[in-house]
């Protein structure tokens, strides 16, 4: 029985839905997220924390890459900045949150101490 609850599709809010929907779906994902963090997402970068704070309509990722800014070859903060746009502005749930105005930033540290924070922009 518990196999067939942990199967069972999950409804995802849409556009139409208020924020109180998001905060109510994503809220306990992030909490499970959290407590399984750090990711190792793709080599050098790892997920260190992810939140979701209701209040500000803000969700947070802070990540860690394992090698200098100059170290990351034909990377600058502009190709970051784009893919952190992509990974959120085409995604169903993400986009449709960040186009009614929640704010999604990524704090990203390098290895040597560099720090880049971005938010998105659909």
């Known amino acids: ?12 809010p849409g ?8 905060c109510a779906f994503l809220r306990p994902r ?3 997220l959290s407590e399984s963090l750090p990711w190792a997402v ?14 500000l309509r803000t969700v947070s990722y802070d990540k860690f890459v394992a090698a200098t800014l100059a170290d990351t070859g034909p990377w600058s903060r502009e190709d970051i900045q784009l893919g952190w746009n992509e990974f959120v502005c085409d995604k169903d749930l993400y986009g449709d949150m960040a186009r009614r105005g929640w704010r ?15 938010d998105v922009n659909c």
Do not use: N, W
């Open 1 to 12: 029985m518990i196999a067939a609850l942990a199967e069972a599709p999950v409804a995802v």
């Open 42 to 55: 793709a080599a050098p970068t790892r997920i260190d924390a992810v939140a979701i704070d209701c209040a």
């Open 104 to 118: 999604f930033t990524q704090k990203v540290t390098f290895q040597s101490g560099e720090r880049v924070t971005q």
């Open 30 to 32: 992030f909490a499970g």
């Open 15 to 22: 556009p139409a839905a208020s924020d109180a929907e998001y």
